[in-house]
């Protein structure tokens, strides 16, 4: 039945509710938003995956373009956009500070789609090194965005949902863009470079950002936790966990109250024990320090274990003689893996509760081991997989919980950008640390080293994952299943 506003006030599973005369609105736990809106949001999530790995497959291609290039200017093309992404996350992450958001939003679109067009008119190496770049700096400033507007204007079990919702599309677009480059290859080298051409789409539906409740899109100074955000988040708790909630909120609050540096003593998260003895948490300029320290060390580790997949994997299938063709499969299937399970995230979740983080762990481990033990085909397609869906499972909730390792909403696309940072610094750190570990244990001779050194320390990340399980990088609690 229709509320009082005129809209139905009997949102479906996906949250999204309307009347016969009304735009569809969607719930966010605070002010709903529009359809457009949110397909406007998740339209940038078209673009933040593709800077130097979508055009992976044509590299080969460009060699023979320009046979005069060497090796390493040919891997600066996917080298490069991903290090120079990491500063412009950092600075669009200090911008979302500001009441400027949709014209950093608007500046990034548009460096984007610039680079993209001057790649198809480039006729050397060098002009293709400078567009990766740009594309790079561009892309930077617009990934935390493409995370942060979905924290600004959802709440609770909503807000795990887009995250997983925009997870799985980002990482589609890859699939669909790998895809592409194979196929474009076959005609004029420029070809495959029109996948960034994307961008226009959400240049086109850049206005509808402007409808995100101003409230929510424009708000540089802290704000204390929402009551009503609150009450969402916590309505399904036992007496003791409600207890905790209200402390938890009270400690927030009081946080908010100190400039720079303080300890203050917080409760136990949500989802653990009852009993459980509170602990003190560093406030640093409005963030819980050990929250985000710990987030960006799980995601660093998460994404080193398992980018693996896309360096390594090409040189084992070249090893044993197997037709270059899998080597596109494995790694496809690992992008696969992710973006399904952003999608079924919220079903996940409600499945395992909180040991979601434990089975995301189980399945990397267990992808790996194929990896490692048993070199065949299909064991790198299934293992690929398997790691896919793990990382998947615990990308979108990383992404939820940095918003909420802030005591000031203002500063949650902050939060972000220094998570997001340490996801492209793992990339770019990846290929050195193998080869650093590789010397000292003189494994230049082990078929798959990469593979048994990932799949020995994510054995340790499964252990971690089980004796943390309650502490706030693993935890779980009934907000986002209840």
Not at 1 to 8: E, L, R, W
Not at 222 to 236: E, G, I, K
Request: charged share 10%; hydrophobic share 50%.
């Amino acid at each position: 039945m229709p509320g009082a506003d005129g809209y139905s006030n009997a949102p479906s599973a996906l949250g999204f509710y309307s009347s016969t005369s009304q735009p569809i609105m969607i719930t966010t736990g605070k002010t709903p938003i529009t359809a457009s809106t949110l397909t406007a949001i998740l339209s940038l999530s078209l673009v933040v995956n593709l800077p130097g790995l979508a055009v992976t497959p044509m590299l080969g291609t460009l060699q023979q373009v320009f046979p005069h290039a060497t090796q390493i200017e040919t891997q600066l093309l996917t080298v490069l956009p991903n290090l120079l992404i990491i500063p412009f996350v950092l600075l669009s992450g200090k911008l979302s500070l500001s009441h400027h958001k949709i014209a950093t939003i608007a500046v990034a679109l548009v460096v984007f789609m610039a680079s993209a067009v001057a790649y198809l008119f480039a006729k050397s190496m060098l002009a293709l090194i400078i567009f990766s770049c740009t594309l790079g700096c561009g892309a930077g400033l617009l990934i935390p965005f493409s995370t942060g507007l979905l924290a600004d204007t959802f709440v609770g079990k909503y807000r795990m949902h887009e995250m997983g919702v925009q997870s799985g599309l980002s990482n589609l677009t890859l699939v669909v863009a790998t895809y592409a480059v194979g196929w474009l290859s076959a005609g004029s080298w420029h070809l495959p470079f029109t996948v960034y051409l994307v961008a226009i789409v959400p240049i086109v539906l850049l206005p509808w950002l402007k409808r995100i409740p101003k409230e929510d899109l424009d708000n540089p100074c802290p704000q204390p936790f929402d009551v009503d955000s609150w009450a969402l988040m916590t309505h399904n708790l036992d007496e003791d966990e409600q207890k905790r909630s209200d402390e938890a909120k009270h400690m927030a609050q009081r946080a908010m109250t100190h400039d720079g540096d303080t300890t203050i003593d917080q409760p136990a998260d949500l989802g653990a024990p009852a009993g459980k003895k509170k602990v003190a948490e560093k406030v640093v300029n409005g963030f819980y320090i050990n929250r985000i320290l710990g987030l960006i060390g799980v995601y660093f580790f998460i994404t080193f274990a398992t980018i693996s997949i896309s360096y390594y994997c090409p040189f084992l299938i070249e090893k044993k003689g197997w037709s270059s063709s899998l080597a596109g499969t494995v790694n496809s299937l690992y992008f696969v893996g992710i973006f399904v399970t952003g999608f079924t995230l919220i079903w996940l979740v409600k499945g395992f509760k909180s040991w979601t983080f434990v089975m995301g762990g189980i399945l990397m481990t267990g992808g790996l081991a194929l990896i490692s033990f048993i070199h065949q085909p299909w064991s790198l397609c299934v293992g690929s997989l398997f790691c896919g869906v793990g990382y998947g499972m615990c990308q979108p909730m990383i992404y939820d919980k940095a918003s909420r390792a802030v005591v000031s909403t203002s500063k949650a696309t902050l939060a972000l950008a220094f998570v997001l940072a340490s996801n492209y610094l793992s990339i770019v750190c990846t290929p050195f640390i193998i080869d650093f570990l590789r010397s000292i244990f003189n494994g230049a001779h082990i078929t798959g080293f990469a593979f048994w050194v990932c799949f020995i320390l994510s054995c340790a990340y499964l252990v971690l994952t089980l004796v943390q399980r309650h502490g706030f990088a693993f935890n779980v609690d009934k907000s986002y299943y209840s």
